[in-house]
């Protein structure tokens, strides 16, 4: 019985995928959920699993071109299964929502990079029948060719008016408000018009890398964040000599439970954020309101091969730090494997990012919108701190701040701040 495998549909607005790798080749054999398609969207590179075990008798796709959601990946032959297999259903996968919690499992991701990372997916667009403009925050519906379009001009095509049917952008679109920038001074300056580039190659070779569709998000991502967020950095210092010994009695006691300082910094930041719940908010400018969150879930930014990806932590203040030690080791494992889902990079209310295993000893976190914060931890060293009439060496661990001003105000942000360096000082104060 010959089945057609589809591309199931991969989020909210994407119609379109780039076709990397074909993984299979016709008369192979396969089993269900084995790999057939390596594809490319706007958050990651995304491999598409076979939904039923057979032989392939013809590919519909090839390598460099572009596959539709829905369209025929493969036809495969279920009549050639191994006794005692079970032909699974070819239906299309469910729809990875980036506003919901999923609870199915999407195709295996191998990320390059978080859309920020991360993790940060805009709401989903309300249907509607007039014209919608492009606002900070909201992800534009269009197809690749017409996002193609709009990085070659230098149009950030989130701020495109769409004209089209449900208010997608179109190619006349993109167009349309490329030729009004060029009138009105005032567009010239926006996030993703840059100044164009002087000729380098005058002054000696170059070399150009396309860059990934990951990572041209990751810039416009990056780019809206800086000119959105009135960015303010607050330093502090805690000093850790008793979280120390809680971890050096812990690995003697449970060395299989990987406490780490990250996995400890995530607990001591949930309870902080019930207690100054503006952080983990979001300001809607176009209702002049604040969004507050009454849900708490953490992304930790996580190095890897392919980049900085920012898992996210779910309902973190409901987990105990031996679970969130757990789930912090686990994401991290996941996203180096490259086997990090979309539903893992999404959904996050704060973000922490420690880089103290690579130095360093204090930096700015660029808030990654429309959270309001990021907490950064840097490495820590020892330093002389005078306790009882005598200087003692102590491990003491920089902290930085970075929040959103238009939100949170300076007092506030120390207070945050010193309110978490008590805890990272103090374990036992959590409990109280």
């Known amino acids: 019985m010959a089945i057609e495998v589809k591309l199931p549909e991969l989020g909210e607005g994407i119609e379109q995928a780039e076709v990397v790798r074909v993984l299979v080749s016709v008369g192979d054999t396969v089993v269900a959920d084995q790999p057939l398609l390596e594809i490319e969207t706007d958050k990651a590179t995304v491999e598409v699993p076979s939904t039923i075990a057979g032989t392939v008798t013809s590919v519909a796709v090839a390598a460099g071109g572009t596959i539709a959601v829905g369209a025929t990946i493969a036809t495969l032959d279920a009549v050639a299964l191994d006794a005692g297999d079970t032909p699974a259903s070819a239906a299309p996968a469910p729809v990875v929502d980036s506003t919901a ?75 349309a408000h490329a030729r009004r920038a060029l009138t009105q001074p005032a567009l010239v300056a926006a996030p993703g018009l840059a100044p164009p580039l002087p000729d380098f190659s005058r002054w000696g070779p170059v070399e150009r890398e396309p860059m990934t569709n990951v990572r041209r998000t990751v810039a416009r991502r990056m780019s809206q964040a800086w000119h959105t967020v009135a960015h303010v950095t607050q330093h502090d210092q805690a000093d850790i000599t008793e979280f120390d010994a809680v971890r050096k009695t812990v690995k003697k006691t449970s060395p299989d439970l990987p406490l780490t300082l990250t996995a400890f910094a995530v607990a001591v930041v949930a309870a902080a ?6 952080f983990n908010a979001s300001v809607d400018t176009e209702r002049h309101e604040t969004i507050y969150k009454r849900y708490i879930n953490i ?18 203040d409901t987990k105990s730090l031996g679970e969130l030690s757990q ?5 991290a494992a996941k996203v180096r494997s490259r086997k990090v889902g979309p539903q893992d990079l999404e959904g996050g209310t704060f973000t922490i990012t420690n880089l103290g295993g690579l130095g360093g000893t204090l930096f700015t976190p660029i808030v990654n919108y429309p959270e309001v914060a990021i907490l950064g931890l840097s490495r820590t060293a020892l330093s002389p701190v005078y306790l009882n009439d005598r200087f003692e060496a102590r491990p003491l661990l920089p902290l930085s701040l970075s929040y959103d001003h238009r939100l949170i105000d300076g007092a506030d942000g120390v207070r945050f701040l010193r309110w978490i360096a008590d805890r990272l000082e103090h374990p036992l104060l959590l409990e109280l």
């Not at 789930?327 to 994401?331: I, Q």
């Open 101 to 175: 919690r999923p609870t199915n499992t999407p195709p295996t991701v191998h990320s390059r990079q978080a859309e920020t990372p991360t993790a940060n997916a805009a709401p989903a667009p309300e249907p509607i029948s007039a014209p919608t403009a492009g606002k900070p925050g909201r992800r534009a519906l269009a197809t690749p060719s017409v996002r193609k379009l709009a990085r070659e001009i230098g149009v950030d095509i989130d701020t495109v008016t769409g004209t089209s049917r449900g208010g997608r952008v179109s190619i006349a679109d993109v167009k």
């Open 273 to 278: 954020l019930k207690e100054f719940p503006k």
């Open 299 to 316: 992304g930790v930014a996580v190095d890897s091969e392919q980049g900085l990806l920012v898992p996210v932590i779910k309902d973190a």
């Open 327 to 331: 789930e912090v080791a686990k994401l």
